[in-house]
């Protein structure tokens, strides 16, 4: 008991780090001409004074669905975010965004499947991983999965161990 009793204080100070370590991550990882699909295999974007259009479309659907969540309004929040994929649809940052929006409207299958989703995306971005299998890990756990809530938790240590935090 005492082991499941860890595991579950683990996936409680997760979540708390998860819920404050969003804004952080969100304005860090903003979308960047790197971070956005190209044309073409190995094209590069150009400046900000030269990118396309919808490079700086999503960047402010971005910025409007934060300030909706932050304001509660999480529903418009996530029709932004939507509306942000269908520009970006392999943008990792707009699906995690996407999956703590879902969690904070208590839709835990979506919030799990947004951050799996945005983990297929993420590349080498391991601090966007280990917070997606932290969302993971909780939705699980919220849900009566805590064998699942638990492979979750050792992912995203595991990722932080590999992050060298």
Do not use: K
Not at 16 to 29: I, M, N, P, T
Not at 100 to 119: G, H, K, P
């Amino acid at each position: 008991m005492t082991g499941a009793r860890c595991a579950v204080q683990g996936v409680l100070v997760a979540l708390v780090v998860l819920l404050a370590g969003c804004a952080a991550l969100q304005e860090r990882d903003r979308v960047e001409p790197d971070d956005v699909p190209s044309e073409e295999p190995g094209a590069t974007i150009p400046d900000d004074a030269q990118a396309p259009a919808w490079e700086a479309a999503v960047r402010d659907l971005m910025a409007e669905a934060q300030q909706a969540s932050d304001d509660g309004d999480h529903e418009r929040a996530g029709a932004l975010l939507e509306r942000a994929l269908r520009i970006a649809p392999e943008n990792a940052v707009l699906w995690h965004n996407l999956a703590v929006v879902r969690y904070r409207e208590d839709a835990l299958d979506q919030a799990e499947s947004m951050a799996q989703r945005s983990v297929s995306y993420a590349g080498d971005n391991i601090e966007l991983q280990r917070r997606n299998w932290e969302i993971i890990a909780v939705s699980r756990y919220l849900r009566g999965d805590e064998d699942g809530a638990d492979a979750a938790r050792r992912r995203a240590e595991g990722l932080q161990e590999a992050g060298g935090e």
